[in-house]
């Protein structure tokens, strides 16, 4: 069969299509969503709230009453009495009965409605837990995010400052040639290109360590065909830091998923302590109980024969007294349906249980759960003083990060100027090549200082702002 060329040019492009789609640079929104989708606590959270949500139904079938039903079948083998004799004799018998039972709750210290109350909060503190999994697993996606820009940034300075070092030696080897320098001068800027060319395969490293850090925070194998959209990275202006830390305090508590769990789990105690004291009352029940059975046994039956039977006699004439008595024979057993409703018996009634001593067990519960219930809330207090040293910290190291990078900035222009004004100079020839390399390695130190104080200072603005509850975004 000869080859169709459409066929293979269709699935040369879908080929390339679909390797093109599988290395399609990935957003930070993408990056997590990814994440949050599978991320192993994350899907843990969520099992936790699927086992919440069964607890609830639990609750909810506390309210609706139990119905039971059973059915025997019994087989008697061995020794037995006859009927119709009287003796006995191994044989084997049957019969099947039934039954079936209702109870109703009436009353039991409002545990049914309780418990219902704590499965709805169960499901909430679950929610909350599943959220606050959900915001530390965006903060750690983000800070992995911004260091590949940052590293990308780095290696674009080194590879910046590479091109100058060349340009350097080309200058030098010019200077050379005209006798301006001599072949040591430019040994020390070829020692520095080498330098140089270590820092950006240094960087080229860094870059990949993180692309392979944020992929497997993804659970992606294809490590060399991940990236992600590149940026611009400006520092943007932190207006969040015109804002007081106490004021940024008081935001965080009305949206932070760990202060709203703290909050739930008191709510949860406080209904454990009312479960608890329920269990001191009386409880009250009605129950409904059907019953009935089958045999399978043979009956005996009239023969529709009399005979006259002597039972005594005259005790003046000795003339036998005689009794008509009919025969007898077995029959089959009464047929099914007349035995299910003949044999029917019902029982119906009210149960109450009133508890008097049980060993201090119940009272010490309740006291078990008052217990816990202070935990609780001294675990809310607790969090509400984490989360203000938390916000205090955090802006201060976005402000301390703010002011350290307005430093880089100056810095950097300072050195830009000063290796400016040591070109001219070493082209004039009234600087040697130490003093030169020494310049130009304090203005690349500057320059990598630069992003790291930049990228430093937008990702604890983004903590910041994270606390204040504004969405990470770049």
């Known amino acids: 069969m000869k080859p169709n060329p459409l066929f293979f040019s269709t699935l040369l492009f879908l080929l390339s299509f679909s390797v093109i789609a599988q290395t399609e640079p990935m957003t930070l929104a993408e990056c997590v969503l ?26 909810k079938g506390n309210f609706y009453p139990s119905i039971n039903a059973q059915a025997n079948h019994t ?11 009287g003796l006995l004799e191994n044989k084997t018998t049957q019969y099947t009965s039934f039954g079936a039972s209702l109870n109703v709750d009436l009353y039991n210290g409002l545990r049914n409605l309780n418990q219902l109350h704590r499965a709805n909060l169960a499901i909430l503190a679950r929610e909350y837990q599943l959220e606050d999994m959900k915001d530390d697993v965006s903060l750690m996606v983000a800070n992995a995010y911004l260091q590949i820009l940052f590293n990308i940034e780095i290696l674009g300075v080194q590879k ?6 060349k340009k350097d030696a080309e200058r030098t080897q010019n200077m050379i040639e005209m006798g301006t320098k001599v072949k040591y001068d430019l040994l020390e800027i070829e020692a520095n290109r080498a330098a140089q060319e270590q820092a950006v395969i240094q960087a080229q490293n860094n870059l990949r360590l993180s692309k392979i850090n944020l992929a497997q925070m993804l ?15 400006d520092a943007p202006f932190g ?18 998923n760990d202060i709203k769990l703290s909050m739930t789990n008191i709510a949860i105690a406080e209904k454990e302590v009312e479960l ?52 007898s024979e077995l029959i089959g057993p009464i047929p099914f349906g007349e035995q299910f409703e003949m044999n029917a018996g ?35 207090e607790q969090e509400k003083l984490n989360l203000e040293n938390t916000v205090n910290q955090a802006y201060n190291n976005a402000e301390g990060a703010f002011k350290f990078y307005e430093a880089a900035q100056k810095t950097l222009l300072a050195r830009q100027r000063a290796y400016e004004d040591a070109v001219n100079r070493y082209e004039a020839g009234v600087m040697n090549t130490f003093d030169f390399n020494q310049i130009k390695q304090r203005y690349e130190m500057a320059a990598s200082d630069m992003v790291r104080a930049k990228f430093d200072y937008i990702f604890k603005l983004k903590v910041l702002e994270f606390y204040f509850g504004i969405t990470i975004s770049l």
């Open 34 to 59: 990814m994440a949050i989708e599978k991320n192993i606590s994350v899907k843990q959270s969520e099992l936790s709230l699927n086992d919440a949500e069964l607890n609830r139904s639990d609750a």
């Open 75 to 85: 087989w008697n083998i061995g020794l037995n009495q006859d009927i119709t004799r």
């Open 160 to 165: 910046s400052q590479l091109e100058i070092t």
């Open 219 to 233: 659970l992606i194998n294809d490590y060399e065909n991940f990236d992600v959209v590149t940026t611009n990275m």
């Open 239 to 256: 207006e969040i830091l015109f804002q007081k830390p106490k004021d940024i305090f008081e935001k965080a508590l009305t949206h932070r």
């Open 276 to 327: 608890a004291k329920g269990t001191l009352q009386p409880s009250l029940s009605a129950f409904y109980g059907y019953n009935t059975r089958v045999s399978y046994a043979e009956r005996v039956a009239g023969n529709g024969e009399f005979t006259d039977v002597p039972i005594g006699f005259v005790s003046s004439s000795k003339e036998p007294v005689l009794r008509t008595v009919e025969g």
């Open 346 to 380: 019902h029982n119906l009634g009210l149960r109450i249980s009133i508890p008097i001593f049980n060993g201090n067990s119940a009272s010490n519960n309740v006291e078990r759960t008052k217990v816990n219930l202070l935990r609780s809330q001294n675990q809310l």
